[in-house]
């Protein structure tokens, strides 16, 4: 069964640096590429960035433009979120998906990225 799920959230403060990680299993993740979306509190889901088999980053919204980056490690099925210079507005529940086309990113997110997880909540507060 494929399943991905993001953890590492909790509080922290803003201007401060998180790191999330995305644990893949059921499929071969070298193969796919993994977005990252967040969803705050009363508002919708925004995709945030993309990372592809080989680690190239694509970014769907420039509000995580220098703050925000993907890497993976594909022999622990493992992607990671690297999030810098929090704001208050960053509070959400982040979430990894995958790719149902496969390897390269596209260039913006679509409803082809799926088998989401349950999510991890990020609060940037002081």
Do not use: H
């Not at 990252?36 to 990372?51: D, I, N, S, Y």
């Not at 220098?66 to 979120?81: E, H, I």
């Not at 149902?100 to 997880?117: E, I, M, V």
């Amino acid at each position: 069964e494929v399943q991905l799920q993001a953890s590492g959230g909790g509080l922290v403060q803003p201007g401060g640096s998180l790191r999330l990680s995305c644990t893949a299993s059921g499929f071969n993740f070298r193969d796919y590429a993994i977005g990252w979306f967040r969803q705050a509190p009363g508002k919708g889901r925004e995709g945030l960035l993309c990372v592809s088999g080989l680690g190239g980053n694509t970014y769907w919204t420039d509000s995580v433009k220098g703050r925000f980056t993907v890497s993976r490690d594909n022999a622990k099925n493992t992607a990671y979120l690297e999030m810098n210079s929090l704001k208050p507005e960053d509070t959400a529940v982040y979430y990894c998906g995958k790719y149902r086309s496969g390897y390269w990113c596209p260039s913006a997110w679509s409803g082809l990225f799926g088998s989401w997880g349950q999510g991890t909540l990020v609060t940037v507060s002081s």
